[in-house]
């Protein structure tokens, strides 16, 4: 479905496993100055779904540096916690429409059969048709097909994926019951009328998987836009637990210079000394064509 007006709304949606790393502030960055350029709003949502991975104090320290780096946000912040009925909703519908099965298998099971894809093991389909009951262990999967769901991403171009054969079916629900991050993410970006995600690269897998679920649900498409990667010295994306390269909230500019320079983009200049200088200027300078296409 297309959107039928022009209205521009981001997000920048950090999951609070941890305070605000570099490579967090790089996608954050890029996504409130694209807002900025094109006049539109940005929303802050904190994604904290995915309880047992959450740290307490997390969400307030990401909130506390958001606003030491001078990021303001339209509206109040949401809370992917507060909006579990929503998704159980969804999940009905789903249901309802005999778009997702109950899925019996555990992981090991899953391990022993399946191949590796390009975001996690490639689901056999072993619980397809089976018409396994809900119980309190079991997970409910979206069913997949071989069309073709593509997009064009804003940095790295044109994209492609057969669901079927690159993931198979995925997961909604897990089986601790939590919603699964693929369809929450859809839900809340359909609640909060996004037209536009800038985000890390690490969800340029998932992609596929979140326009064909919005596509089932009827949703409006969205744009999306991924940020390169900040990697650490052996390789791996920065993740929260990672000390390298901690933001702090006390020499914002530094911080957010860096990241900046990250992005690819034309350097600020030297008499830039506050954040709100900064963000006027960036705003000024943005150029997404200028952001590195850099895939780990
Ligand atoms: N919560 C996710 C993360 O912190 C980002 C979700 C998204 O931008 O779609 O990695």
């Known amino acids: 479905m297309r959107r039928s007006n022009n209205q521009y709304i981001g997000r920048f949606a950090p999951s609070p496993s941890g305070g605000l790393h570099f490579g967090s502030l790089v996608s954050a960055i890029a996504s409130y100055v694209d807002a900025r350029q094109?006049?539109?709003?940005?929303?802050?949502?904190?994604?904290?779904i995915d309880q047992p991975r959450t740290k307490s104090g997390a969400a307030e320290s990401i909130i506390h540096t958001l606003n030491a780096f001078g990021f303001k946000w339209n509206n109040s912040i949401q809370w992917q916690s507060?909006?579990?009925?929503?998704?159980?909703?969804?999940?009905?519908?789903?249901?309802?429409?005999?778009?997702?099965y109950i899925c019996a298998c555990s992981r090991?099971?899953?391990s022993k059969i399946a191949a590796s894809g390009v975001d996690g093991m490639i689901y056999p389909g072993t619980c397809r048709d089976q018409g396994h009951k809900e119980n309190s262990s079991r997970?409910?999967?979206?069913?997949?097909?071989s069309e073709?769901?593509?997009?064009?991403?804003?940095?790295f171009g044109h994209f492609e994926q057969n669901l079927e054969t690159l993931s198979g079916d995925f997961i909604i629900r897990r089986a601790d019951k939590i919603t699964a991050y693929q369809l929450a993410v859809v839900v809340d970006d359909y609640l909060d009328?996004?037209?536009h995600v800038v985000r890390g690269a690490d969800l340029l897998m998932s992609t596929c998987k979140q326009i064909y679920l919005g596509g089932l649900l009827g949703y409006p498409t969205l744009d999306f836009a991924h940020t390169p990667l900040v990697i650490?010295?052996?390789?791996?994306?920065?993740?929260?637990?990672?000390?390298a390269f901690p933001v702090n909230p006390d020499t914002p500019l530094t911080a957010l210079i860096a990241a900046w320079r990250f992005l690819g983009q034309q350097d600020i200049t030297p008499h830039v000394q506050t954040v709100e200088e900064f963000w006027d200027e960036a705003t000024t300078k943005w150029s997404i064509q200028?952001?590195?296409a850099d895939y780990p």
């Open 108 to 110: 090991k099971e899953i």
């Open 38 to 48: 094109h006049f539109g709003q940005w929303i802050l949502r904190i994604d904290d």
């Open 290 to 292: 200028k952001v590195p």
């Open 148 to 155: 073709r769901i593509y997009f064009s991403d804003r940095v």
């Open 82 to 100: 507060e909006r579990i009925s929503q998704y159980e909703q969804v999940i009905q519908e789903l249901k309802d429409r005999n778009a997702v």
């Open 139 to 145: 997970a409910i999967r979206i069913r997949t097909n």
């Open 193 to 195: 009328q996004v037209s």
């Open 232 to 243: 650490n010295k052996s390789g791996k994306k920065l993740s929260k637990s990672d000390r």
